[in-house]
């Protein structure tokens, strides 16, 4: 922390936010076993480098990435649709209920520095569309399929706000991410 003295003789002391990563993905049972392997290791190297994992808090590759974050000490928020905690998959630290259904979509989007998709249908193109209408740096790991795949090294439109960047693998998504919000 760094330690700042004022005039007014008392101490202010700033702590750093830490970085908060939002994987997005296909729910299950719609995510294959591939997806799921992509989204644990992504919450493994997030836990790794100290970052904190922010998902839709339910199945599929969400859990996978709470999963891989947990198994490597790290800490994770599930931000779930209903209005009960206990949807939430076991390895969340943090449930926020919102009682909102897929609106909570946006408050997964802005709550990250970054998003990195990983498969995905309808939903996962619905937190695509809002982090590029809110200009927020999106990654998408192309071999993993469905949404990530389709949108991979794509504008949405043509205000071509934001490139949905594309990367191979998580090693290579967590590098991109670390570049692109300048850590």
Do not use: W
């Not at 997806?35 to 590759?61: D, M, N, P």
């Not at 919102?98 to 939903?123: E, F, M, P, Q, Y």
Request: hydrophobic share 40%; proline share 2%; glycine share 10%.
């Amino acid at each position: 922390p760094k330690l700042i003295k004022y005039k007014y003789d008392y101490d202010i002391i700033i702590f750093m936010r830490k970085t908060q990563i939002c994987i997005i993905g296909s729910d299950a049972p719609y995510a294959d076993e591939k997806s799921k392997k992509i989204a644990y290791e992504l919450g493994a190297e997030i836990a790794k480098k100290g970052y904190i994992l922010i998902t839709g808090g339910r199945g599929g590759v969400m859990e996978a990435a709470s999963h891989g974050a947990k198994k490597n000490n790290g800490f994770v928020i599930g931000i779930v649709p209903s209005d009960s905690m206990s949807e939430a998959n076991s390895y969340c630290d943090s449930v926020i209920a919102t009682g909102i259904g897929k609106a909570r979509n946006l408050i997964n989007v802005i709550s990250a520095d970054v998003i990195i998709a990983v498969n995905g249908g309808a939903g996962t193109l619905s937190e695509i569309a809002l982090a590029y209408i809110y200009n927020k740096n999106i990654i998408a790991i192309k071999p993993s399929g469905g949404a990530a795949k389709t949108y991979a090294g794509k504008y949405l439109d043509m205000r071509k706000r934001v490139l949905i960047h594309s990367v191979k693998n998580s090693k290579e998504a967590i590098k991109l991410a670390e570049k692109l919000i300048n850590l």
